[in-house]
């Protein structure tokens, strides 16, 4: 049984408004005593995203006290709209949603706050501010208007946190130490905004790989420095695995970071890496990361938000929705959940 | 005039083992009073590799005084035999050469030695040792005996280090702090070795890209840690700018690093990243690193020993090597020897 024959797919679900909701009747006990999708007792398991491969563990099922901090980031499934999304969550029994702002722009903030009421998610963060390393003072000015525009929605969705993306190097400049002063004070003028509207400013550290051209702030040690000079109500910072794994020392830092951590998001580092490096975000488990490890050092922070999938992959993007929902699921309750 | 219209090629410079030797009498004086060219005087420009632009700068001609500290190193002309890289390098003036181990076992190394030797280049490195994050017992033994020989390698090629790539996560292995140490253990167990034999290990950080799948020291903060239980005549690390640009404070760490920095290699950071990861190396001036700040860190350490041009690239490779080796001297004389 294929996680498509656990899943009604309403008959608009791929290209619609309606989604996927789970099916009943299909549930069985694992050893723990957790409700789980019987297709993995079955004698054709479901297939995981996008290796193809059987799945190495049941898919737990909504209700499961496992999803409960697991959050989709709504790049995870990039085909989906944002109706779409929100139905898929609730359908695979998730906790949350994490919104970017270009589909919620799609349905309007009155619409979409209202959606998202109704469904009884959480929305673990608002993806995605920053790009303030620009130069030109107008075009530094429109980066912070934006910005506050994404305060405003964050704050709209009870967001926690707003994820800031840095921006990369202006085009034609050089000046990497130049760039990243801009981004602390576009920073450091954004802190009093987003405590006005109780929402955290989450400075993303990107992987090196995209320090030319997308985020100029590179280790969670730089983020951390970053973020110090203000309360942990204003600014804070978003681990990500596939950007911070390689990190000397990550370990320590994460497990170090306490309140400073406002987001934790989770996808894997594959090799060998897709050609559009953008679109090299893995599936837990389908790479390099040590998950329990790093997730331990999460929970050794005292973080309690969230968990996120934020996967970049086209042939993820090219799956049903609710199959990759379904694989991550997995993925999760295998690598990532435990350590929590 | 063409860079090739400067150099005579024999009728077997593009496969055989000649290479090619400077013409004489195209040579004229810059405001510096400096030797250059004649091609960028003339109405047609040369030619820079691979970007097929006008070259900015003439090429700097044998005997010029910037060309000293110059060193090619082999695998920015890959196609290049060891006898036409050394030829190659006579050519152009340089002043030495970074020889790779797969050349020259291709030719042994006695008639490797003696030809250097009568080219009056320098050997600036060995490339490569290392690998050597390796769990097996036998193979990390293999390993450490493979590094004895590139040791010997380079004791005999008079050069001052043997470059160290630390190798990546073993075949299936997610314990990336297993990995750094083992690499750690294995330069203390190769460090008295490479003293007996006059040559410094150089631990090569290497970008986080290759994390994974190549060199799991990632920074340069983190190669001095892992130098500093040495001494300098034992332990000491390669900056490259392709590796360590991104780095947060780089070049603070590498105007401290003092008589810990073995090699000094350049190369640019390019977007979009070639689909081959491996092949992204560009060449200086057509990315994004800012090599005059780079380089007068690299000066304020006190660093004095040769510069490598270290490109991997194909379109780099597909050219002809006396071609890419004008363009290379070039941009290091409009790029790096001013501020050496």
Redesign the interface.
Known sequence: MSVQQNVELSPDARGGASGATLSEGSVGVDRAGVAFAADAVADTPSLDVPSGLAARVPTPLPGDPRLARLSLNQRTTANWTLREAIDGSVAAGLGAIGVWREPLADVGLDTAAGWIADSGLRVSSICRGGFFTVIDPAARRAAHDENLRALDEAAALNAPTLVLVPGG?PEGS????GA?TRAAEAIAELAPEARARGVVLGIEPM???F???RGVV??L??ALALAEPFAPEEVGVVVDTFHL????GV?ELVAGAGERIVSYQVCD?I???P?D?LLSRGMMGD????FP?FTRAVAASGYAGDVEVEIFHADVWAAPGAEVVATMARRYAELVEPWL
Chains 1, 2 share one sequence.
């Not at 794994?245 to 000397?248: A, L, M, N, V």
């Open positions: 190097l050089k000046d990497l130490v990243r992987n090196p790989i320090a030319a051209d590179s280790t040690g730089q794994w390689w990190e000397p370990l580092w090799t060998p890496l050609a490096t790479g390099h990361i040590d490890a």
